[in-house]
């Protein structure tokens, strides 16, 4: 079954998103956040104003669907020379069908066009699973950062490129 990718660009949308969030984030990170971590950082960095106040500031949200239901999402920026990869995150029952891959060549072919030189993106230092996913659609890891989720909320993370 192929995806449908929905541009978030009204209210219901931004919900539907911020309702997703919290619950791929609760399974992505419940074993390296605590639950008050997890509250602080979904509030800052998924809630509906964030959401919305990234929208304000030129990122483009999706919503990945499948068979009409959401499954995912994803948001980019252009930002200078790169694309920008801010968020991509699948339900697991979504995982594993190529869906992510789809969404990096899509973001890959838009930077292109667009004249962009990589994309890049942020990832969890301790997040192997995630890690390979990006090296093996070759992105690689240029320089450690910390990456701050919410006040008091600050993780070792990897800034990944793919030069195109």
């Known amino acids: 079954m192929k995806p449908e990718y929905k541009l978030v660009a009204k209210a219901k949308y931004v919900q539907i998103v911020a309702t997703l969030a919290d619950e791929i984030w609760r399974e992505c990170y419940a074993r390296r956040l605590t639950k008050k971590q997890l509250d602080a950082a979904l509030e800052a960095q998924q809630s509906v104003e964030a ?4 929208l ?4 483009n949200y999706f919503l990945v669907m499948l068979a009409g239901k959401p499954v995912g999402y994803y948001a980019w920026q252009m930002q200078g020379g790169i694309l920008f990869l801010q968020h991509l995150y699948l339900k697991p029952e979504a995982r594993g069908r ?3 891959r789809d969404i990096l060549q899509s973001c890959e072919r838009l930077a292109r066009a ?3 030189t990589a994309v890049a ?3 969890h230092q301790r997040n192997l699973e995630t890690l390979g996913f990006f090296k093996g659609g070759g992105y690689r890891p240029l320089r450690p950062v910390q990456q701050n989720l919410a006040a008091g909320v600050v993780w070792d ?4 490129e793919k030069r195109l």
Do not use: R
């Not at 993370?157 to 990944?160: E, I, Q, R, T, V």
């Open 51 to 54: 959401i919305s106040d990234e």
């Open 56 to 59: 304000d500031e030129d990122y």
């Open 98 to 100: 190529g869906i992510g």
């Open 114 to 116: 667009d004249g962009k």
């Open 121 to 123: 993106l942020i990832a």
């Open 157 to 160: 993370a990897f800034w990944m």
